[in-house]
């Protein structure tokens, strides 16, 4: 599903088949999940692959190492330009991309001595993720920032997410909605969340989240629009029966939310200010012109 034999990787250095890399069974990333990542895409434009906010993401995955205290000395700009060969290589356009920075042989716990970059890209042009999600309020809570550096990607951080998202799928939930240690929305597995009332989006501020690079360019957006929004904690309470609600990151883009706890977002979201960022982020990661969206009346 990610790769076959024509397949090809980046590998410290080297741009290798997929089918033949491997790594060491000693390292601390597999034992530990002492690793950070990023979750990237390109999309086809008029002007051929594009990666879309690659900078973002390369610049995000720098942190993150320099966050976890993994030695690691690549330059965005560096990242970007392999990035770009490996697509090429592997005839893709429209494609997932992850990086993945894994360190060396050692059981102890102490910081990386030294680490390697790899960097996968797979095939992604199956369409959107369904428009209506199912979510339920997790009884996990997210990492919370006095235990883990939140803002980074980090690997173990994960495994919170797997079991949020499988107790979700179990309990007959498309996806989990998770609180901080302050029993505030946080996120869910792996996106961002906003709900929408009276035309206005409200979402998490920063600080028990992972900072997303879709949240940003949500705000972005929603100020060449002109739609408002505020970053305040709430509750999940709160955020039950408003207008509209949807999830955001990389992978998922904007996905709107049918229910939360069974409780229905009140409005078709055609008929949202939602559904208007949606059609505009659809447009900015294909470079095509959105603002003819500014006249819709929904919010004039
Ligand atoms: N929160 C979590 C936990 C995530 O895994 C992601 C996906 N990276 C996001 C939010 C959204 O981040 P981004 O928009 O940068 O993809």
């Not at 690997?155 to 901080?180: P, R, T």
Request: charged share 25%; with cysteine.
């Amino acid at each position: 599903m990610y790769y076959n034999e024509k397949s090809f990787l980046y590998f410290d250095g080297e741009f290798v088949e997929a089918s033949k890399a491997s790594t060491d069974l000693y390292g601390q990333s597999l034992h530990y999940g002492y690793a950070v990542f990023e979750g990237i895409k390109s999309y086809k434009t008029a002007n051929g692959a594009k990666i879309f906010k690659s900078e973002e993401h390369y610049d995000r995955l720098r942190r993150s190492a320099e966050l976890m205290m993994i030695p690691f000395d690549y330059s965005t700009q560096d990242m970007i330009d392999i990035t770009y060969k490996l697509l090429e290589m592997n005839s893709l356009s429209n494609a997932y991309i992850r990086p993945l920075v894994i360190c060396s042989p050692n059981m102890s716990l102490s910081k990386g001595q030294k680490s390697s970059l790899v960097i996968e890209v797979w095939n992604w042009d199956n369409g959107y993720m369904s428009n209506k999600m199912k979510v339920m309020t997790s009884s996990f809570e997210r990492p919370n920032p006095k235990a883990f550096r939140i803002e980074a990607k980090v690997s173990g951080h994960y495994v919170n997410s797997i079991l949020a998202c499988q107790e979700a799928k179990d309990k007959g939930f498309d996806e989990a909605l998770l609180l901080d240690s302050n029993g505030f929305v946080a996120e869910s597995s792996g996106a961002n969340v906003f709900f929408e009332k009276d035309s206005k989006l409200y979402t998490p501020k920063t600080g028990n989240i992972l900072p997303g690079i879709t949240r940003n360019t949500i705000f972005d957006l929603a100020n060449q629009l002109g739609i408002c929004f505020e970053e305040r904690d709430f509750t999940a309470k709160e955020m039950k029966g408003v207008d509209a609600a949807f999830f955001c990151g990389t992978a998922a883009e904007i996905v709107a939310l049918e229910s939360l706890d069974n409780v229905p977002f009140k409005l078709e979201w055609e008929n949202s200010v939602s559904a208007l960022i949606q059609k505009a982020y659809r447009h900015l990661v294909v470079e095509e012109d959105f603002t003819y969206l500014k006249k819709q009346p929904q919010y004039v």
